[in-house]
C-alpha cells in the first residue's frame, strides 16, 4: 500500500488531511488530496518528453519526503487533468503514492494552456521547439496574437515570433535542436538560407566543428551571396575565444533576444556591448536585465 505524499511544513498548514473536506482560497482553488488514478495528462501540455533518469530521482525523493509541492488540475468530467506538474503526478506514480496534493482550479482550455507553459517557462524545462509548438498552438487553436502571447507568457513580440519561426526548420535540423545538440541561436540563423539541403549540411557542421552563432552568421551571409560552401571562420585577429566564453555569449544573445558581444582582455577584465534597435527596445533589455528586482531609489 502506497504511503500519503508528505508535505513540506509550510503546504501541510494549506492542505488538509485526506478525511477534511477541501478549503478554497480566494479565487476558488481548491486544496486537496486526489487519487492518483483521477487525473489525466494534460491535452495541452507542451512539454513531450519526460527523461526517465531524472524522473526516477525526483521518484526517489518523493519515497523519501512525498511531493512537497501540489501539482495544478482542473475538473473536466469525471476526472481532473493536470494544468501544471506533469513530472510530479508521473514520479507519484513511479513511486507508488496513491494519492497526490493538487490545487484544482476551474479554468478554460486557453487558460490551462497559458499556466501550464508559464510554468514550464519559469522552470527552463521546454526545449526551444516545445516552447514554439506551444506558441503556435496559442495561436492557431485560441486565436492569440503574437503580442497576445508576449504579455502572457513575459517575452517581447519578437521573441516569440523568432521562435516560432524554429517551426520551418527541416526535421533533421529540428530533432538536432530538440536535443539541445543545436542551439536556438544557430537555428534561426540557418533560416536565413532558403534550401533545406543547405540549412541539413550547414547544421550537421555546425554541431560537428562546434561554431559560434557569429561564425554561422559569417557562413549564412557567404551562402545568401551565392558563395561556395563556407569553411569555419576564424576567430577574430588577436583575441582568444573560449569555448565557456562564446557559450555566455550566446546564452546571454538568447536571454536577451539581441545580439551581444563580450570581449575580454588577457587582464581578465572586459566589457559586454548589448544591440538595440531603438528606445522601446533598450527598455525592454532594461526590463529584461531587471525582472524581480526592486527599484532602487
Known amino acids: 500500500m502506497g504511503r500519503r505524499s508528505g508535505l513540506g511544513r509550510g503546504l501541510s498548514a494549506l492542505i488538509p488531511p485526506a478525511e477534511a473536506p477541501p478549503t478554497a482560497t480566494e479565487d476558488g482553488t481548491e486544496l486537496r488530496e486526489l487519487a492518483i488514478e483521477l487525473v489525466r495528462p494534460n491535452t495541452y501540455q507542451p512539454r513531450t518528453e519526460?527523461?526517465?533518469e531524472a524522473l526516477e530521482a525526483l521518484a526517489a525523493s518523493i519515497r523519501e519526503l512525498g511531493v512537497l509541492q501540489p501539482i495544478l488540475v482542473r475538473p473536466v468530467e469525471e476526472h481532473f487533468e493536470l494544468i501544471a506538474g506533469e513530472r510530479r503526478w508521473r514520479a507519484a506514480q513511479a513511486a507508488g503514492l496513491r494519492t497526490v496534493p493538487a490545487l484544482v482550479r476551474d479554468v478554460t482550455d486557453t487558460t490551462s494552456l497559458e499556466q501550464a507553459l508559464v510554468e514550464n517557462l519559469q522552470r527552463q524545462?521546454?526545449?526551444?521547439?516545445?516552447?514554439?509548438?506551444a506558441f503556435a498552438q496559442l495561436g492557431d487553436e485560441f486565436g492569440l496574437s503574437h503580442d497576445d502571447i508576449a504579455r502572457r507568457v513575459g517575452k517581447s513580440r519578437s521573441a516569440v515570433a523568432n521562435t516560432?519561426?524554429?517551426?520551418?526548420?527541416?526535421?533533421?535540423?529540428?530533432?538536432?535542436?530538440n536535443d539541445r545538440a543545436l542551439s536556438a541561436g544557430h537555428a534561426r540563423t540557418?533560416?536565413?538560407?532558403?534550401?533545406?539541403?543547405q540549412i541539413e549540411a550547414l547544421a550537421e557542421r555546425i554541431v560537428a566543428e562546434g561554431w559560434s552563432v557569429r561564425a554561422t552568421e559569417q557562413a549564412v551571409k557567404k551562402l545568401q551571396a551565392g558563395g561556395a560552401e563556407p569553411d569555419a571562420p576564424p576567430a577574430p585577429p588577436g583575441t582568444?575565444?573560449?569555448a565557456s566564453l562564446l557559450e555566455l555569449e550566446e546564452l546571454l544573445s538568447d536571454h536577451l533576444d539581441t545580439r551581444v558581444q563580450v570581449h575580454m582582455a588577457s587582464s581578465g577584465r572586459g566589457r559586454v556591448v548589448v544591440d538595440f534597435s531603438g528606445l522601446e527596445d533598450l527598455e525592454r533589455v532594461y526590463r529584461v536585465l531587471t525582472e524581480g528586482r526592486e527599484p532602487q531609489l
Do not use: I
Open 50 to 52: 519526460f527523461e526517465d
Open 125 to 133: 524545462d521546454l526545449t526551444a521547439l516545445e516552447e514554439a509548438a
Open 164 to 177: 516560432v519561426r524554429l517551426l520551418q526548420l527541416p526535421p533533421s535540423v529540428a530533432r538536432l535542436v
Open 190 to 197: 540557418l533560416l536565413g538560407l532558403d534550401d533545406d539541403g
Open 240 to 242: 582568444t575565444r573560449s
